[in-house]
Every structure is written in structure tokens, then in C-alpha cells.
């Protein structure tokens, strides 16, 4: 895989002339841009300075480590922020808390270190590296030295000053991936891992969907799905970061990727809705044990196997599974299907998981059955678990806890507050998952999962790009691991992005996305509005011909002139980050109705007042 790294060295300063002279220490101001250096995916939100406010030059450098780097380097011992390491040169490679190679210094030679420059360098899947030495110009020195600072000041990099629970409030943290919409490119999945671990996610419940390279059938695939050697390179990563992976396979509900298709047709609940499998349709369960064992062929080591299980609206629905659960019951019914999966993983210790809405009305039996052979998922995205209704409340987690079922919970930190919102609220994010860690400590809850959904369900519109979402990521990682947000609140979180080398990517992605929304919510008012004169003036000829009808189209147009520069910069800002198709679908499901209606209401509005229409619209 290509990156560019920025090269740089820890310096110590000392200007022509002035040897003599005491040594102020250099102010930087902060800057939120790189320009065109190509250095933002590396070095985030440093410190900024200016060639010639320091009367630095190329012939002034006085170049080592600092002390306590040096020191690290010769014991080998690792820095808490980043780690020395020798290069295959003989060089000294730098990296930072993500142990990804930021820095390169040359020939190490008693504290002190040979200018090599800045160069782009190739990072192979060994880590290794190739760079070729150039000369260090303006612009790139004041890169190299914005660079350094940022390295040296560890207060503000520290990631640790978020957290402050010693252990955790919880132990198990999981953080979902959602890949059935906007998958991230394959270098943008890797990194988000890092991101996570650095937000004490300790677990990932992996969605893969139709990014998986399914064998079963292969038109499971999406058109960007990801490879086997992708597929490897997450597990080892994850692997590596300490973070255990549980895959998902959906068994029952949101069953869309396979049952869309003809082939499949057959074993659905009822034959117009692709969502719910059929429990006691033959082939049924060989169907989900073909896909399991898909999933384990890539990561056989897994602990954990969450089955979904969920949403399952048509579930009895069918002549036979009507029948069956007359004579013996929901619960019964489920577990004929379920049951046998669950077995399939325990024999090969795997603990399975489930989700908790379809067993709300199971009776004791069936719950006793099932507590010796799953652990189960509450959910819940909006206000309180103790008090959701008839999804999840208190007297149900306790009937749960009462039949001895290992508990977890889910909360969201994006996903969860429309199905086409483009940003998370962060205040119900925020809300929801404090409540989960109550439930959680009351009793005594396994873990606690923070989902991150992509789209509702597979055959629908996509939502709030991971990458636009990362401080409440952040956010819900510091609730689970201290029970409580962090003192800086959201702000204290973008921060913390910045630090971590993500704060330029998210303030992009957000802010594109802040501004689209915004426009398209305007928009569909000004439509509702538009569409209710429309339906005043044809009824009451009198109120023609309504200037301020053709004055809302001409707001209408210019909230549409705004969506498409906020699309046009959500492209820029995700343009590395997902597949160009994934970004042209989502900003699709977003600008075409709104163009569409505008065009209908266009033309009618122009027939009905067309002097008003062309003193407004005489530009068109």
C-alpha cells in the first residue's frame, strides 16, 4: 500500500550569530490546514510556524534527540505515545500511537542525527520502507518543524487524558461496523481499527453483508466487496491492536442480501418480502451454516458469533409457521430454527450472540433454554433502557437477568436518529449510552456494544458516514469505558481527533455534511409549503397570481445551490475514504428527489406566475 509519510526529526534550534544569547522558547499558533503539502493524513492539527518569524535557515540546524527518546531507544523500551524503532537501514523510524511510521531520521550517531529530508516513502505489508533523500526546501521545512512539535508535545498528544477509569466501568467495549453501507476503502477499514483501539474499544462486531468476498454465492458480493487478503490483513490488525473481532451473520431478519435473489426466493416467510427467512422452509438453516462457516474460514480463532436474530416482522406469518406456533409457541418455533446454529458454534467454543426484541413474549421455558446457550443483546437507541416501552424496560431486563441469560447492551453513537440523517445528535447519543452503563452495572452486563448503523436495513438509502461521526464515536468509548462523558464534553473529543491524526478528515466530512443537511431540511419545508399554495391557488383562483409562492421557489433554489456545494465538499472530504460509488450513491439518495421536485414544482409555479417567475428567475 502507498502512503506519503511526512520525514522529519526532532531538532533543536540554534540561529547564526546568536550562540551566546539565551534561547526563547518558539510560540506556534494553531492552523487547521496543510494546503497542498500532502501531509494531512499524517501529522494532525500541529502547530504551525512561519520561515523567517524564528530566523531559521538550512545552515543554522542543529539536529538530535531529546533526552528521554534517546534513552528509550538504547533500553528498547516503548513510549506510551509513540515508539523508536531501528529502520531496515540502519535508520531510526518513528512512529506514532497507531504504530504507523510518521518520522524518518538517518544515521544515528551518539544523540545526534544526520539530516536525510523530505521524501515520500512506500510502506510495504512488512513495514518496511523505501525513501530517497531530498533537499529540504521553505515549505517543506516549515512542515518539518510544525512536525516536531507537534511529536515532542506530549501533554497535548497523551490520549489518555479522555479516560480516567483505572480499570474500566466496563469490560467488554465493543464498537460496531456496519459495512452493508458506505464500506470504508480497504486502507480506511484497516485504519478506523486504530482508531477505535485508541478510543478503548476493546471489541468489533463486524456487519460484513455484502462487503464480505462470500463463497456461498458470490453474488452476495456488492460491487466493492472487500478481498480475502483484506478480509486477513483486518483480523491480524485487529489481532495486533488487542481487539477481539465478533462476526455477525444475520439468521433470520434483514436476510436481504440472500433472499433478494430469485434462487432464494423460496425460503422466504412470505414471498414478497425478502427480509425474514422462513425457519422451517427446507434449506433453511443449511443456508446460514453455509454462511457461517464462510465467515470462519477467515477467522477461525473467534470467540464470540453474534447471529442477529432480530426484527423478524413477518415471523409466523407463513401457513406452517402459523401452525407450528399454535401447537408449540414462539419461543418454540425459533429455537427449531436458531438452536441447531447455536450448537453448531458451541461445539467449536464459540460463545453465540443474539439480539433481544424476538424473545419479549417468549415464556420460561423457552428462556431457560435459551440462557444455556447464547448470551443476548439489548437494544435501544432512544432515551432510557429502563423505560422504552414495550421493546426494552426495566421489568424486562430483570426477567432476562432472572433466567440467568448473559446480558449485554447496544447502544449507538451514529445510525440511530433517522433513517436518512446525515450527523448524529449527539445529546440523545450521549444520553442513550449513559443509560445503557447503568443498566449495565445494575446487572452486571457482559458488555456493552456502541452499533453504528449504515443503513436500517440492507434494500434502503445509506446514512451518516462513519467519518463524520467520529467524535461521538469517541464520545460513547469514554462513557463505556468511565461511565461518563469526558470533562471537555464533544469538544474535548474533537480535540482528541485532531491529536490522533483524524481532526482535518472530520472536520471536512462534518462540516459538508452539517451543511447538507441543513439545506436538504429546508428544502423539504419549503416543498410541503410550495405544495400547499399550490393546492390554495387551484382551489381559489383569487389568489392568484401569489408572489410569495414563486419567492419560496426562489429560497427553494438557492438551499439547492448550497446542498450542491455541501455535496460537491462531502465528495472532496470522503474522496479517500470510500469507493467513488458509495459517494456518488449517497449524495444520489440525497440531491435527486429534491432536484426532481423542484423541477415539478418549477413548472407549475412558472405557469401560474410567470411575470413573478421572471423577475425572480431572470438569471435562468
Known amino acids: 500500500m502507498e502512503s506519503y509519510f511526512v520525514l522529519a526529526l526532532l531538532l533543536i534550534f540554534t540561529c547564526r550569530g546568536m550562540a551566546d544569547e ?81 518520522l524518518l531520521a538517518g544515521k544515528l550517531g551518539k544523540g545526534k542525527v544526520v539530516v536525510n529530508g523530505m521524501c515520500p516513502g512506500i510502506q510495504s505489508p512488512d513495514n518496511s520502507y523505501d525513501a530517497k533523500p531530498c533537499k529540504i526546501t521553505g515549505p517543506e521545512l516549515t512542515v518539518l518543524c510544525n512536525s516536531i512539535f507537534w511529536l515532542t508535545n506530549k501533554t497535548e498528544m497523551r490520549s489518555t487524558q479522555l479516560f480516567e ?39 468489533v462486531l463486524v456487519e460484513w453483508e455484502d462487503a464480505f468476498p462470500w463463497t456461498v454465492d ?27 473481532i465478533i462476526p455477525l451473520v444475520q439468521c433470520l431478519g434483514h436476510m436481504e442480501t440472500p433472499l433478494r435473489l430469485p434462487k432464494y426466493a423460496f425460503l422466504r416467510e412470505t414471498p414478497s ?31 464470540r458469533f453474534h447471529l442477529g436474530g432480530d426484527e423478524a416482522v413477518t415471523f409466523g406469518t407463513h401457513p406452517e409457521t402459523r401452525r407450528y406456533i399454535a401447537r408449540h ?15 453448531r458454534l458451541l461445539g467449536q467454543n464459540i460463545r453465540p450472540m443474539l439480539w433481544h426484541d424476538m424473545m419479549r413474549e417468549w415464556d420460561s421455558s423457552a428462556l431457560r433454554r435459551l440462557a444455556r446457550k447464547t448470551d443476548l443483546v439489548l437494544w435501544g437507541y432512544l432515551g432510557h433502557p429502563y423505560a422504552m416501552m414495550n421493546h426494552c424496560n426495566k421489568a424486562m431486563i430483570e426477567r432476562f437477568a432472572r433466567h440467568k441469560i448473559p446480558l449485554w447492551g447496544a447502544t449507538a453513537y451514529k445510525g440511530a436518529d433517522g433513517r436518512d440523517i446525515d450527523l448524529p445528535d449527539i445529546d440523545k447519543r450521549e444520553a442513550n449510552a449513559l443509560g445503557w452503563m447503568e443498566a449495565a452495572r445494575n446487572y452486571h452486563f457482559t458488555g456493552v456494544i456502541a452499533t453504528a448503523w449504515s443503513r436500517w436495513t440492507a434494500s434502503i438509502f445509506q446514512n451518516e458516514p462513519i467519518d463524520g461521526a467520529l467524535d461521538s464515536a469517541l464520545n460513547v468509548g469514554v462513557i463505556l469505558h468511565d461511565g461518563k462523558p469526558p470533562k471537555g464534553g464533544i469538544e474535548a473529543c474533537r480535540r482528541e481527533l485532531c491529536r490522533m491524526g483524524e481532526g482535518r478528515i472530520f472536520d471536512r466530512t462534518r462540516n459538508a455534511l452539517s451543511r447538507l443537511g441543513d439545506a436538504r431540511n429546508n428544502i423539504w419545508i419549503k416543498i410541503r409549503y410550495l405544495r400547499q399554495l399550490l393546492a390554495t391557488v387551484s382551489q381559489d383562483g383569487r ?78
Open 22 to 102: 539565551p534561547q526563547a522558547a518558539v510560540k506556534y499558533s494553531l492552523a487547521p490546514e496543510w494546503g497542498n503539502l500532502g501531509t494531512v493524513d499524517i501529522i494532525p492539527c500541529p502547530k504551525r510556524i512561519k520561515i523567517g518569524e524564528t530566523n531559521l535557515s538550512l545552515a543554522s540546524l542543529s539536529v538530535r534527540y531529546l533526552q528521554d527518546e534517546d534513552n528509550r531507544l538504547k533500553t528498547g523500551e516503548d513510549s506510551p505515545i509513540r515508539t523508536l524503532k531501528k529502520g531496515p537501514q540502519g535508520d531510526i523510524v518513528l512512529k506514532d500511537n497507531f504504530k504507523d511510521a510518521v
Open 165 to 203: 477509569s483505572h480499570p474500566p466501568v466496563i469490560g467488554r467495549r465493543c464498537v460496531h461496523l456496519d459495512l452493508k453501507g458506505l464500506p470504508p476503502t480497504p486502507e480506511r477499514l484497516i485504519r478506523l481499527l486504530k482508531v477505535f483501539a485508541a478510543a478503548r474499544y476493546n471489541s
Open 218 to 244: 458470490r453474488r452476495f458480493r456488492s460491487v466493492t466487496a472487500y478481498s480475502p487478503a483484506v478480509v486477513k490483513k483486518f483480523v491480524k490488525t485487529a489481532e495486533d491492536l488487542g481487539m477481539e
Open 273 to 303: 418480502d425478502e427480509s425474514v427467512l422462513n425457519p422451517l422452509a427446507p434449506g433453511a438453516c443449511e443456508l446460514i451454516e453455509r454462511m457461517m462457516d464462510d465467515v470462519l474460514t477467515f477467522m477461525p480463532n473467534v470467540k
Open 329 to 343: 409457541g414462539k419461543g418454540a418455533l425459533y429455537l427449531h430454527h436458531v438452536e441447531p446454529l447455536l450448537d
Open 543 to 620: 389568489r392568484r397570481p401569489c408572489y410569495h409562492m414563486v419567492k419560496l421557489l426562489k429560497d427553494m433554489a438557492n438551499d439547492l445551490a448550497n446542498a450542491e456545494s455541501a455535496s460537491n465538499d462531502l465528495r472532496k472530504a470522503l474522496s479517500r475514504l470510500l469507493a467513488p460509488v458509495w459517494i456518488k450513491r449517497y449524495i444520489a439518495e440525497r440531491m435527486e428527489p429534491l432536484c426532481e421536485e423542484f423541477a415539478s414544482l418549477e413548472a407549475r409555479v412558472r405557469k401560474i406566475s410567470p411575470a413573478a417567475y421572471n423577475t425572480l428567475f431572470h438569471d435562468r
